[in-house]
Each structure stands twice: as C-alpha cells, then as structure tokens.
C-alpha cells in the first residue's frame, strides 16, 4: 500500500515512522457548524432579541438579551474554565443546570400538547403541529458549546410553539392558556441569557486559590462562597472544557471583560448570519 499526500514523494506505509517531523502538513482547526430552523416569529424574536425603542434609555440593554450575545458572554467562561478558574466550573454547572430544567419543561408541556391533538384524531382527521409555509434556516457558527445549546434552547420553544398553535386553531386550547404557556418558557429564556452577564472574572485559578487571601474574599463577594467540590475539581459541569493550564490568565478585552487586558486572539467571538432582515417580515 502507498500514500501520496500533496507534493510528498510517494511513501510505504511500512516507512512512515521514518518520516522526518514536518513531513506533514498539519490539519487545521476543529470548526462545528450547524443550521437552526424556526417556523415562528415568537422563536425567531427571541433568537434575535427586540430592538430597544429609540431613545429608551431605560430599555437600551434589552436589545442585547439574544442568541448572540449570550454566545459572546459564555466565550470568556469557557475560556476561564479551560485555565482552572474554578469560579468559572462552577458558573457553566449553574447555567448547565438551568438550561437542562428549562429543556424538560418545554419537552413535558410539548408532549402533553401532542397527545391532546392525538386524542381527536379519528379516522378521517388527522391534526398535526403547525409549521411555517417559508421556515427560517440561521446558519450557526459559536466558540463555545453553551453558545449551540442556548439555540437549541430556541429552537425547542419553536416545536413547542407550533403544537401551541395548532391547539388553539382547532379550538382544544384557549387563547389565555396559549398566551401563558407561550410567554413563561420565553421569559425563562431570555432570563438564562441574561443570567450569563452575572459572571465576574476573578484571576484565581486552584492553584493560586487561598481563602486568606484579599483576593478569594474579593471574589467571594462576586460570586459567593466557592462549593468546595468545584474548588476541588471533583465537581463541573457536564458539558465541560479540558483543562489546558494551570498557570494564571489573563482574558481578553471586549465588553464582557471590560478593564481586562489581554491578547484578543485568546477568545474568538460568536458569530451568527445576520437575520435583522427576517424580523421585519
């Protein structure tokens, strides 16, 4: 058997080992991309957040609470995490936590929806969950995992949205319970993405950690009293990040780590396709 990579003299794999390092061009960088798809206007609003009105000084930070935005608050978490800030483990365990009892609640009160419109099937009819005749496809592209899970987050209220929708059509729900089951995940929601600007950066790592210090106390009134398995190490989140360093860090400067200089190629912002256009429609 022979390889041929690129401009490489044709190799045996018997003499592989025997390559000199460098041989190889190295492969790139993981990149994970995916395609979120909404049928409703209530998903997408809430994917996209709401325009403050102009002027509305009072309502200005209501723009940010979205997708995005939260996607770009989790990136220095994530980044924390990875160079031992236990502070940060324990953030992404209650955002984790948060987000795990919001899935189920949509997925219970989406189950119990689909079996009422299953009862009234009968041989002749047949309801189905509503769907948009032209459903939205957002390509997604984030720097973290907690960034895709709060889209899917979106994209589960959309499927509980569209079997809402159909309830109410074929008079099995009223508009009252429609409006009430529609807007207390949505509030939820958008609370976790705003839950995600609480976190404050603290600079201690396990191994700088000491409960004497100016600096643990400092972080204590942040963030409260550290649990001692995050402290540990023995307790994080699921959805965790390896831990690259043990050395102190410093984060990058953006508005989620305002006063914080570092290098801003430590941290890549979440991006999604812009869809201002869509809301208009």
Same mark, same amino acid.
């Given at each position: ?8 003299? !044709? ?16 492969? *790139? ?24 009105? @102009? ?44 987000? !795990?009892?919001? @899935? ?5 009160? /989406? ?44 994209? /589960? &209220? ?13 008079? +099995? ?18 609370? +976790? ?15 700088? &950690? ?9 972080? !204590? ?25 043990? @050395? ?7 508005? /989620? /780590?305002? *006063? ?10 979440? @991006? ?10």
């Amino acid at each position: 058997m022979h390889w041929h990579i690129n401009n490489i003299k !044709e190799i045996k794999v018997d003499d592989i080992n025997l390559l000199k390092p460098g041989a190889f061009e190295q492969p *790139g960088v993981f990149r994970c991309k995916a395609v979120l798809t909404l049928h409703s206007k209530e998903a997408l609003k809430l994917f996209a957040g709401r325009p403050a009105p @102009e002027g509305d000084e009072a309502s200005k930070d209501f723009s940010v609470n979205n997708v995005k935005k939260f996607g770009k608050r989790m990136n220095p978490i994530w980044f924390a995490a990875q160079y031992n800030d236990p502070y940060a483990d324990w953030f992404l365990y209650q955002i984790e936590q948060k987000m !795990e009892r919001l @899935e189920q609640a949509m997925a219970d009160e /989406t189950a119990k929806l689909n079996a009422l419109l299953e009862r009234v099937n009968v041989a002749s009819a047949k309801v189905l969950a509503s769907q948009s005749l032209r459903p939205l496809d957002i390509p997604l592209d984030f720097a973290n995992p907690y960034s895709y899970r709060g889209a899917f987050l979106v994209g /589960t &209220y959309d499927v509980l949205i569209r079997a809402l929708m159909a309830a109410c059509h074929v008079s +099995l729900m009223d508009r009252q319970g429609r409006d009430l089951a529609l807007n207390v995940p949505a509030r939820q929601i958008r609370k +976790l993405f705003m839950m995600a600007g609480d976190w404050k950066f603290t600079g201690i790592t396990r191994d700088t &950690y000491d409960p004497a210090s100016d600096k643990v106390r400092e972080a !204590e009134g942040l963030m409260g009293a550290l649990p001692q398995g995050f402290l540990e190490g023995t307790a994080r989140a699921k959805v965790a990040p390896d831990i690259r360093g043990k @050395e102190s860090f410093a984060l990058p400067q953006d508005e /989620t /780590t305002a *006063g914080m200089v570092a290098p801003l190629s430590l941290v890549r912002d979440a @991006e999604v396709t812009p869809i201002n256009s869509a809301l208009g429609a």
